[in-house]
């Protein structure tokens, strides 16, 4: 065996183990303390006790999802020092390939299964699990383990269903866990700063705000092939649909497969299961938690009061090839109504939004977000999902500068605590959210399912725009669309026989 884990596209891997509330006034201020992270940060409730452990010893974790995101998700859990002692996917070969890493180089020995609500239920020393699975299967995951009392990190979109997010920081709250999303960005100190920057008002009131993504990397705007293939060994393809309507498994497309050349992608794994409704939340759900929360925080964005989409064409299976989407937020907390474009698929922000980026770099770059203020703008050329890079341009500016270097931003502190441990976004984020759980600290994670949530339900919004096809008018706290009836079956779908939250 190599001498590491071997990760994304060095295995075909095909994992998937991958009451609705009111928002209340107090819930709006816990949004804004998120949001703002003010130094010092205050536990809600009495801290929930690592079970059997003491705060110095190694957290007992379970990681499910073992391949892709699930393969970095556990070398962020092991370098954070957990001790990860049950693997669980329904690709049984990517369990074990993790299980042989953790004997070979570790020698520690983990626990394998197939099927998480087994795992959960045996394995009785457990403090903590890393869901990293395909989107529809986030949530009963998550779940089940809040219910238990186990922390939680979960990979982004933090659900697969508007509904599915307010559940899960329902129950987050309820069982007082150590939670944190897999927006990994939201760890390093450039994000913080670019956020606390904002909240001092450095552009003056935005009314405008805009991202883009170079998503969608995988297949799109397609229909569902007919026919069906074989299901691989060591795939439990039963498991894999779980929360989903019941399909055949089908390998490659039959375009592909009759053409003899090399295949451009599978139907559904790995990773192309992102563009299907029924698994994935396409383009937006993909990259909005790391690329909206910069402006998310930012401008500390409530519930949208409407939301319009447009896009290349909609069928009832995928996502589309490109889209638009308007999101139009009220005034909130002494900021005046704001609109956030969003846009995908090669669409970019109108020339005149972009031109002084482009002035800068020379060309536009194909993920970013622009937010226009009274007194300027503000830019990021990133995906948002490791260390942002901001530039600004005052008015009487000449040009864009890096925000670092701006005189108006030296002069602002710092007013969000930073993430205290060292090493890449990721491997921090998990490490700040290892140490929550320890502490009993489940309001410290930056990204804990509090503030996760709410960004999570707001980008999903997008997701039924599409999905209904027309304007929706939308009552926030009643979760519901006011002139669309219809939307409903979007905010909370109907899970296959069997499963539930």
Request: hydrophobic share 35%; glycine share 8%.
């Amino acid at each position: 065996m190599q001498s590491r884990l071997q990760l994304p596209g060095e295995f075909v891997n095909f994992n998937i183990m991958k009451k609705q509330v009111t928002i209340s006034r107090s819930t709006r201020r816990q949004f804004i303390k998120y949001g703002s992270m003010a130094a010092g940060c205050v536990v809600l409730t009495g801290p929930y006790p690592v079970r059997g452990q003491n705060l110095n010893s190694k957290l007992n974790l379970a990681q499910i999802g073992c391949g892709g995101k699930g393969g970095s998700d556990f070398q962020c859990n092991v370098k954070g020092g957990a001790n990860v002692m049950a693997v669980c996917d329904i690709h049984t070969p990517s369990a074990e390939n993790m299980k042989k890493f953790l004997h070979d180089k570790l020698a520690t020995e983990a626990n394998i299964y197939k099927d998480y609500r087994e795992l959960l239920d045996k394995e009785k020393d457990l403090d903590a699990v890393d869901v990293a699975t395909p989107d529809h299967m986030h949530a009963v995951i998550a779940a089940t383990a809040i219910k238990m009392g186990k922390n939680v990190y979960c990979q982004k979109p933090l659900t697969h269903d508007v509904f599915e997010a307010r559940a899960l920081r329902d129950l987050a709250r309820q069982h007082n866990v150590a939670t944190q999303m897999g927006n990994q960005g939201s760890a390093s100190d450039s994000l913080r700063r670019a956020v606390e920057v904002m909240h001092a008002g450095i552009i003056g009131p935005v009314h405008q705000a805009y991202v883009w993504t170079n998503r969608p990397i995988w297949p799109q705007g397609r229909d569902r092939p007919p026919g069906s293939d074989d299901v691989p060994a060591g795939l439990d393809w039963d498991l894999w649909l779980g929360t989903a309507p019941e399909r055949p498994f089908k390998l490659d497309w039959p375009e592909e497969a009759a053409s003899g050349k090399k295949r451009e992608s599978r139907v559904y794994q790995p990773f192309t299961w992102r563009g299907w409704q029924d698994f994935g939340t396409g383009a937006l759900g993909d990259m909005a938690c790391h690329t909206v929360n910069w402006p998310f925080r930012s401008l500390k964005l409530g519930y949208p009061t409407e939301i319009e989409a447009s896009s290349s064409g909609m069928n009832t299976e995928m996502y589309p090839t490109s889209s638009k989407i308007r999101f139009e937020f009220p005034a909130r907390d002494g900021m005046p109504a704001v609109t956030l474009n969003w846009s995908d698929g090669g669409n970019l922000p109108p020339m005149e939004v972009t031109a002084d980026a482009e002035a800068m770099r020379g060309e536009i770059s194909r993920s970013g977000c622009m937010m226009i203020g009274e007194n300027g703008a503000i830019y990021s050329p990133d995906d948002g999902d490791q260390d942002l890079n901001a530039f600004i341009k005052l008015k009487g500016d000449k040009e864009m500068v890096g925000l670092n270097h701006h005189p108006a931003a030296e002069a602002i502190p710092q007013s969000i605590p930073r993430n205290a441990f060292k090493g890449a976004p990721d491997e921090r984020q998990h490490k700040e959210w290892l140490q929550a759980c320890k502490d009993g600290k489940h309001d410290v994670p930056y990204s804990n399912f509090d503030i996760a949530a709410y960004l999570t339900e707001i980008i999903l919004l997008g997701c039924v725009a599409l999905r209904v096809g027309k304007k929706l008018e939308w009552d926030g706290p009643g979760m519901k669309a006011i002139n669309a009836p219809e939307a409903a079956r979007f905010v909370k779908r109907e899970y296959r026989k069997s499963w539930a939250i």
